[in-house]
């Protein structure tokens, strides 16, 4: 892109966010978030979803230019909401939205599982997401096969087709035996290859391991081939999951240290009543139910970042928003897992939810409680749509309350002490039409991923750059940017520093004052 394109286009999103803005509703208080200033990193994502096309694509069988065109629409909503990462679905049932040699072309691209879209979606939503300056983080469940029963349904090259017996029924669906070692190994493998081949930001697991406790998910050969040193079919459905996580996190390190690899459990490890370890909540355990020791995943550092789907509002008796974050709070402390909370945009307005999630101001309640816990590095939203659709104006409500500056992604703490990337000249910064105009250069071979630009009324003294209230923008890197500043006025002070995919910054550039 050349440069006077990209500087319209950098000016073009600025003015777009402002135009965007939506007054405060009257049920918030402006005055009561007026002192607040948001961490200078924080994760601000949302899920897009493709399993039975939930968001993305829309419907099955859509041209390739629709598909692209409604990707793009997704992230313009991430930037009007003032996001900086999507989570995007990209195997949803051992099926592939990219040309896996492993699995089939998933159905919810054409509508026919195995039938070729006419295009890469994968490589084409990585590049168009980092063209925003967003990071993309890919997004599997690892054993999940179909949404039906059916193992005759299945493409006829499909790995379950190819080995039955890899394969369980159960509750109207199909799913991979989390207990053969073959298994676990395969969906590995058909993992890394998106991992290996395209330049994502992260490895992303959802909250579905074993979809039940009970014997009726029917792993009994394995569990007598396998499960002899284990007490009970739990501990050892426990240990199979433990080990593809153990493992996830090895295979990732190797591969592509620099991404972050995580998951979004369901919300309740354990309750206190049945083990004292356990949160104040009486809801399902994933522990017991799911075979998913979230906690030990935590504590034994196989994670980079954990979050949690803390789906319940804040004095719910049965699992207590306001009681959850404080126990997650506390199994992240001194542990290098980030601490991310998954945050339901679903339930805010919608039909048949009880009355807690009708108060407009329940989820940016959410974000206010999180504020007094710095563990909780940020949100991810579920869904995208529910993100768009704002009922009752609660989404908007938290961008005004708590998105008041851009936001930096989380830097994982194995990788701070990494080489940051290269000082960025910031060549002037002068009056125009609108605003001040920056102009900036990359240095060294690589330009970097992003810019972040900060505003001082002054020359910078120490702090001064990891403060957000001086922080005024975060926009796409090239070899050469031109950004306009709306709100730049005369004698303003203007530096620069350069940001790496794994959010790492450089020292800042020379500061700047608006020429006038």
Do not use: C
């Given at each position: ?11 073009g999103?600025?003015?777009a966010?402002?135009?965007?803005a939506?007054p405060l ?42 598909q692209?065109?409604?990707?793009l ?10 996001l900086?990462?999507?989570?995007v679905?990209i195997?949803?049932?051992?099926d ?8 089939p ?21 990585v590049?168009?997401t980092?063209k925003?300056?967003?990071a993309?983080?890919a997004?599997f ?30 509750g ?5 035996n989390?207990?053969?070692p073959e ?21 992303h697991?959802?909250d579905y391991f ?18 002899q ?11 199979n ?12 390190r ?15 490890w ?32 196989w994670?980079?970042y ?18 959850l ?12 897992t980030?601490?991310w909370?998954g ?14 999630w009708?108060?407009?101001?329940e989820l940016?309640?959410?974000l206010?409680?999180n ?10 939203w579920?869904?995208?749509g529910d ?8 989404v ?8 008041t ?11 701070a ?9 910031l060549?002037?910064?002068?009056r ?5 105009e ?42 050469h ?12 002070y ?23």
């Amino acid at each position: 892109m050349s440069s006077p394109t990209r500087r319209t286009v950098l000016r073009g999103l600025a003015l777009a966010a402002a135009a965007t803005a939506v007054p405060l509703p009257a049920f918030a208080s402006a005055s009561a978030f007026a002192e607040y200033v948001p961490p200078l990193r924080q994760m601000r994502g949302m899920w897009i979803a493709s399993v039975v096309n939930i968001n993305w694509p829309s419907k099955p069988g859509l041209t390739a230019d629709q598909q692209k065109a409604e990707y793009l629409a997704w992230l313009d909503l991430a930037q009007a909401r003032k996001l900086n990462a999507v989570f995007v679905q990209i195997r949803p049932t051992a099926d592939a939205f990219w040309p896996s040699p492993f699995e089939p072309w998933s159905q919810y691209l054409t509508g026919t599982q195995g039938q070729d879209p006419g295009y890469d979606p994968l490589a084409f939503v990585v590049e168009e997401t980092h063209k925003r300056g967003l990071a993309f983080h890919a997004w599997f469940n690892p054993y999940r096969v179909s949404m039906q029963p059916d193992p005759s349904k299945l493409h006829p090259d499909h790995p379950g087709t190819k080995h039955p017996d890899w394969i369980v029924p159960y509750g109207g669906k199909l799913y991979y035996n989390p207990g053969m070692p073959e298994v676990r190994a395969f969906v590995q493998d058909a993992m890394m290859d998106a991992v290996t081949r395209y330049d994502i930001d992260g490895l992303h697991f959802d909250d579905y391991f074993y979809p039940v406790n009970t014997a009726a998910f029917d792993d009994s050969a394995a569990f007598a081939k396998y499960g002899q040193d284990f007490p009970d079919l739990a501990a050892w459905r426990r240990n199979n999951v433990d080990l593809l996580v153990q493992e996830m996190q090895q295979r990732v390190r190797q591969a592509k240290p620099e991404i972050a690899w995580g998951i979004s459990p369901s919300g309740i490890w354990r309750n206190r009543t049945t083990d004292p370890l356990g949160s104040d909540t009486g809801g399902s355990q994933s522990y017991d139910n799911l075979h998913a020791d979230t906690r030990g995943w935590v504590k034994k550092g196989w994670l980079d970042y954990i979050a949690p789907q803390l789906y319940w509002y804040i004095g719910q008796s049965n699992a207590d928003y306001a009681k959850l974050v404080p126990w997650w709070s506390d199994v992240a402390a001194g542990t290098p897992t980030q601490l991310w909370i998954g945050q339901a945009a679903y339930k805010a307005g919608a039909a048949g939810q009880p009355a807690q999630w009708f108060q407009p101001d329940e989820l940016t309640r959410h974000l206010t409680l999180n504020r007094d816990h710095p563990q909780v590095g940020g949100d991810i939203w579920y869904n995208s749509g529910d993100v768009r659709d704002d009922r009752l104006g609660s989404v908007t409500t938290v961008v005004t309350d708590h998105y008041t500056r851009p936001a930096l992604g989380p830097l994982l703490p194995r990788l701070a002490g990494g080489a940051a990337p290269r000082r960025p000249v910031l060549v002037w910064a002068r009056r125009v039409d609108g605003g001040a105009e920056l102009r900036i250069l990359a240095t060294g071979r690589d330009a970097p991923f992003q810019y972040a630009i900060f505003r001082l009324d002054r020359h910078a003294r120490p702090g001064d750059f990891d403060d957000a209230r001086n922080l005024v923008a975060v926009v796409p890197a090239d070899r050469h940017v031109r950004w306009v500043d709306p709100a730049g006025t005369r004698g303003a002070y203007y530096y620069v520093t350069a940001v790496d995919r794994a959010n790492r910054q450089s020292p800042p550039s020379q500061g700047r004052r608006v020429q006038w």
